[in-house]
């Protein structure tokens, strides 16, 4: 087994593309939890600088609505 360094930049550089995809089971609950009328906090360890490409990213992979994001 081999261990990867962490590269922040590298991370950042991939963030700042706005590509992540959904994890299905995550968009699965996401839906469901909507469906059931509950009120949707979402939690990213991503930084406050890139909320802006979350965002987008976000909806693009299906998470439309939420009453909170946090960064």
């Known amino acids: 087994m081999s261990l990867e360094v962490f590269d922040h930049e590298k991370f950042n550089n991939w963030v700042e593309k706005g590509v992540a995809p959904a994890i299905e089971p995550s968009l699965k609950l996401y839906e469901d939890v909507l469906n059931l009328g509950f009120k949707v906090i979402l939690l990213t360890g991503w930084s406050e600088r890139h909320r802006s ?14 009453d909170q994001l946090i960064l």
Not at 53 to 66: A, P, Q, S
């Open 53 to 66: 490409v979350t965002v987008d990213n976000l909806i693009n992979v299906g998470f439309k609505e939420w």
